[in-house]
C-alpha cells in the first residue's frame, strides 16, 4: 500500500484560516465536503500514514484524485457554505439521512386571504406555517376535528371558498358547520384572521390564557342565566382539555426546545427528534443515518443540526435546542441559527432533572430505532431473497447459500482466546443455533481459525444423520422391529457457505480446514474491515461489492453478528474466571474483584502483576495484595 497520496498539498501550501474543503474524484464528482476553523489543522489529518487511517476515510482519500478549499471570513461562514454545498452536490461519503416515513402536517395557509386548515406532507406550501410532525394522520384530523371547535377557522377548498365569495352563498362545509372562515357569510375577513391569530398562538404553546378566558366566560354566563352560551364555551373548554391531554406535560409549561436523542454504531445512527412546544411533545420524527467516514459524537451533531435546521423558517426554529453532545462548533451553530430566527438560541446538554429525563426516552427511542433499521432489510422477504441471490452471483456459487455459518477469533492481548460461530438461515439469524469454541492454545488468529473449523467440520457427516426426534427402524433375525433412538447433534445442518472475519490469511486458514476435513464443497469466503472486500480462496484479488448492496449487507450483518457473540463470551469467561479464582481471598469482594478485572483484563495478566503493581489500585493495601499473589501462585 502506498504511504502517502499523490495530491497531497505540498508544506504551507494550505491556509490556517477557517474554511470549507472539497475532496474530488478523477471525473470532477465531489466525494466529501467539510469545514474547519483551522483549514491547515483539518486537512493534516487526512494526509496522516494511510496505515493510521480509518479504513472507511483511507477508502475516501484513495478514491479522491484532488483537494480544494474556499476560505471565508468566520466560522459561520464556513457553516453555512458548508450546508449550501452538501445540499448542492449530495457528497457520497457525507452522511446520508433517510426518513422513516413522509409525516402528515398540520398547515395553516397564511398567505391566503383567509387561511385555511389542511393536512398536508408537502412542506413547502408558501407562507404556511406548520406544527407537527404527527406520527398517524388520523391524528392530525383528530386535532383539527377538536380545534375548530374552539376557533373555527377555514377548511373548504379555494375553489369552494372563490365560488362562495362570488355568490354570496354560503360553501358546503360551512353549511354543516365544519367550515368558519368568511366563506361561511358569518364572519368578516378580519374577524377571521383574529381567529387565525388565536389558532396560531394556541398550537404554538397552548396558551394556557385561552383556557381561563373560556372559563371566565362560561362562568359569566351561567351567572348571567344565559345556559346556551355557557354550555358553548364548556364544550370548548372540553377541547381544548382533549387537545392538551393528547401530550403530556413533560417540562415547563413556557418552554419551547427542540430535544434530539442519538444512537449510533460504526455504520449507522438513529435520531429521534422530539418537538417541545409549551412543555409538551408536540411532533415526532424519527431519521436514520448511513454513515460512509468515521463520524460521531459531536460531529454526528453537528452535522444533524445542520440538516435539521438548514431549510427551516423562523417559526420552526425553538428558543432552545438540547442535544446529547456540543458539537465544537456550538457557538458558531447558535448564531447561525439566531440569524435565522432573528431571536436568541441556546444549543445545550440536558443533563439532570425533567430534560435529561426526556433525553432519556429520547435515546432510548433512537436505539430501537437503530435496531429496527439494521434488522427491516434482513427480515424482509423481498430483500432477503436478492440478498442471497447476489450473493450467489458474486460468489460464483452453483445455488443460494440457504444456510451460512460465519466465524470470528476474539483474544486479549494473545491470552482468553476464544471463537464464535453464528448461523443465518434463509438470511435470518438462527441464535438457538450460535456456538462459542474455547482455543486453549494457539499461535494466532489463523491457527485459533484453523482449530475451530476443524472441531466444527468433523461434525459434518453427523450432521447429515438423522436427528433426535428420528428413528430408524432396524429388522433383527426374528423379524422384530426395534426403534433406535439417535443422540441429538451438536449442529444442526450442513453449511453452504462458511464465512470467516478477515482477508486473504484467514480465508487460506479455513481452506486449508476444509481440505483436512475432506469437505471442499463447502463453499468459503471471508470479508475484511479494511474496505468490506470480500476474499475468496486462492484469489489475488478480493471482490468488491456496492456499498448499496443486499449481498454486501447481509455479510457485514454475518460478521458484526459473529463478533458481538465472540467478544460476549470472552467477557463472560473472563469474569467469572476472576470471580472464581478471586472470590476465595478473604477481603477482596465483589466491587475490588470488578476493579482488578479493568485493570489487569484477565487472570493471566493479574498473575503476572507483582504486589506493589496490584498495590498501586485504590483500596488494595499490601496484605491484601500479598494474598492475591499467594492465591494465584498456588493456582
Known amino acids: 500500500m502506498a504511504t502517502a497520496l ?62 480544494e478549499w474556499t476560505v471565508v471570513a468566520s466560522d459561520v461562514e464556513s457553516l453555512q457554505l458548508e450546508y449550501m454545498w452538501i445540499q448542492e452536490f449530495s457528497p457520497p461519503f457525507n452522511v446520508r439521512y433517510k426518513d422513516d416515513k413522509s409525516y402528515p402536517y398540520l398547515a395553516i395557509t397564511l398567505a391566503d386571504e383567509a387561511p385555511r386548515v389542511i393536512v398536508t406532507r408537502n412542506h413547502r406550501i408558501p407562507g404556511a406555517r406548520y406544527f ?65 391569530d388565536d389558532f396560531v398562538a394556541f398550537m404554538s404553546g397552548g396558551d394556557q390564557r385561552f383556557t381561563r378566558d373560556l372559563t371566565r366566560r362560561m362562568r359569566e354566563a351561567s351567572a348571567a342565566m344565559d345556559y346556551e352560551s355557557a354550555a358553548l364555551y364548556r364544550d370548548r373548554l372540553q377541547a381544548i382539555d382533549a387537545v392538551l391531554s393528547r401530550s403530556s406535560l413533560v417540562l415547563a409549561e413556557d418552554t419551547d426546545a427542540d430535544l434530539f436523542g442519538i444512537a449510533e454504531d460504526e455504520l449507522s445512527a438513529a435520531v429521534q427528534h422530539f418537538v417541545v412546544r409549551g412543555g409538551r411533545v ?27 435546521y438548514g431549510s427551516a423558517g423562523p417559526g420552526e426554529i425553538p428558543r432552545q435546542v438540547l442535544v446529547p453532545v456540543l458539537p465544537d462548533d456550538a457557538d458558531e451553530l447558535e448564531q447561525w441559527l439566531q440569524e435565522r430566527r432573528g431571536k436568541r438560541v441556546s444549543i445545550q446538554v440536558a443533563q439532570r432533572g425533567r430534560k435529561a429525563d426526556l433525553m432519556k426516552t429520547a435515546t432510548l427511542n433512537a436505539s430501537q430505532a437503530l435496531m429496527l433499521h439494521k434488522t ?16 450467489q452471483v458474486a460468489l460464483g456459487l452453483d445455488e ?54 476443524t472441531r466444527r467440520l ?35 445442518y450442513r453449511p453452504q457457505l462458511l464465512v470467516v472475519d ?72 473472563r469474569r467469572r474466571d476472576i470471580t472464581t479464582v478471586l472470590g476465595e481471598v478473604p477481603g477482596l469482594g465483589q466491587a475490588r474483584i470488578k476493579a482488578l478485572l479493568r485493570h489487569f483484563g484477565s487472570v493471566t495478566a493479574l498473575s503476572k502483576a507483582t504486589a506493589e503493581e496490584i498495590t498501586a489500585l485504590p483500596g488494595i493495601g499490601p496484605k491484601l495484595a500479598a494474598a492475591i499473589e499467594q492465591r494465584l501462585a498456588a493456582r
Not at 37 to 62: C, D, G, I, Q, W
Not at 376 to 391: E, I, N, Q, V
Open 502 to 573: 478477515g482477508g486473504a490469511p484467514q480465508v487460506a486458514a479455513a481452506a486449508r480446514a476444509l481440505e483436512d476435513a475432506g469437505h471442499i464443497e463447502i463453499a468459503l469466503c471471508g470479508i475484511a474491515k479494511r474496505l468490506e472486500e470480500i476474499w475468496l480462496p486462492g484469489e489475488e484479488y478480493p471482490v468488491i461489492l456496492p456499498r448499496t448492496s443486499e449481498a454486501l449487507y447481509l455479510l457485514q450483518r454475518l460478521r458484526d453478528e459473529a463478533h458481538r457473540f465472540a467478544i460476549t463470551h470472552q467477557r463472560g469467561r
Open 282 to 308: 408536540r411532533g415526532v420524527r424519527a431519521t436514520t443515518i448511513d454513515k460512509e467516514l468515521d463520524i460521531a459524537g459531536a460531529d454526528l451533531v453537528d452535522q444533524v443540526l445542520q440538516r435539521t
Open 400 to 453: 443460494a447459500p440457504l444456510r451460512i455459518e460465519c466465524y470470528d477469533v476474539s483474544h486479549l492481548s494473545g491470552t482468553n482466546v476464544v471463537a464464535s460461530m453464528v448461523v443465518f438461515e434463509d438470511g435470518l439469524p438462527r441464535k438457538d443455533q450460535y456456538r462459542s469454541f474455547s482455543v486453549p492454545e494457539t499461535t494466532d488468529d489463523t491457527d485459533s481459525l484453523y482449530q475451530v473449523l
Open 6 to 67: 499523490p495530491y497531497k498539498p505540498k508544506p504551507g501550501e494550505i491556509p490556517t484560516e477557517p474554511g470549507v474543503y472539497r475532496f474530488r474524484d478523477a471525473e470532477g464528482r465531489v466525494l466529501y465536503v467539510g469545514k474547519a476553523k483551522n483549514l491547515r489543522a483539518r486537512l493534516s489529518n487526512y494526509f496522516a500514514p494511510l496505515h493510521t487511517l480509518h479504513e472507511r476515510t483511507r477508502r475516501m482519500v484513495m478514491t479522491a484524485t484532488s483537494v
Open 376 to 391: 427491516r432489510r434482513t427480515s424482509d422477504y423481498t430483500a432477503r431473497t436478492k440478498a442471497l441471490t447476489d450473493l
Open 132 to 196: 407537527g410532525p404527527y406520527p398517524k394522520v388520523w391524528a392530525v384530523h383528530d386535532t383539527i376535528d377538536l380545534m375548530i371547535k374552539v376557533f373555527p377557522i377555514r377548511t373548504c377548498s379555494d375553489a369552494s371558498y372563490k365560488k362562495a365569495m362570488s355568490s354570496g352563498r354560503p360553501c358546503f362545509p360551512g353549511q354543516i358547520g365544519r367550515c368558519g372562515g368568511p366563506c361561511s357569510m358569518k364572519v368578516t375577513i378580519e374577524e377571521h384572521r383574529a381567529i387565525v
Open 458 to 492: 468433523a461434525h459434518v457427516d453427523r450432521d447429515d444423520a438423522p436427528s433426535a426426534s428420528d428413528a430408524t427402524r432396524e429388522a433383527t433375525d426374528a423379524d422384530e422391529l426395534v426403534v433406535t433412538e439417535r443422540k441429538r447433534p451438536r449442529f444442526a
